[in-house]
Nanobody, 127 residues
């Protein structure tokens, strides 16, 4: 088990920034790729981005590329999602998730590529 707890969500105006955090417990944090997903009302959960176990490689959805940045601190068991230039279309519940090494990297853009999920944090962007 890898319990994940997101924080940092809230209400922000369009053009603003937020930084989400996702803290994990346990000593195996560094063994997992960590992804961020989001789900808007009435829509399916969608991939936002993922960071490799060592933190050297990242991948983003086209909709957030250039605006969002994922980083991680394995010593602190925390992954971050820096969100800049936010638009109302970014409004959603944001989830972090952990993908163990045994799962192929080919599916890390899908929910099926992740074994553990946080409870989510709401991000609302006003126009």
């Amino acid at each position: 088990q890898v319990p994940l707890v997101e924080s940092g969500g809230g209400l922000v105006q369009a053009g603003g920034s937020l930084r989400l955090s996702c803290a994990a417990s346990g000593r195996t944090f560094g063994n997992y790729r960590l992804g961020w997903f989001r789900q808007a009302p009435g829509k399916e959960r969608e991939f936002v981005g993922v960071i490799s176990r060592g933190g050297l490689n990242t991948r983003y959805a086209d909709s957030v590329k250039g605006r969002f940045t994922i980083s991680r601190d394995n010593a602190q068991n925390t992954v971050y999602l820096q969100m800049d230039s936010l638009t109302p279309e970014d409004t959603a519940v944001y989830y972090c998730a952990a993908s163990p090494a045994r799962i192929s990297s080919e599916i890390v853009t899908t929910t099926g590529g992740y074994q553990f999920w946080g409870q989510g944090t709401q991000v609302t962007v006003s126009s």
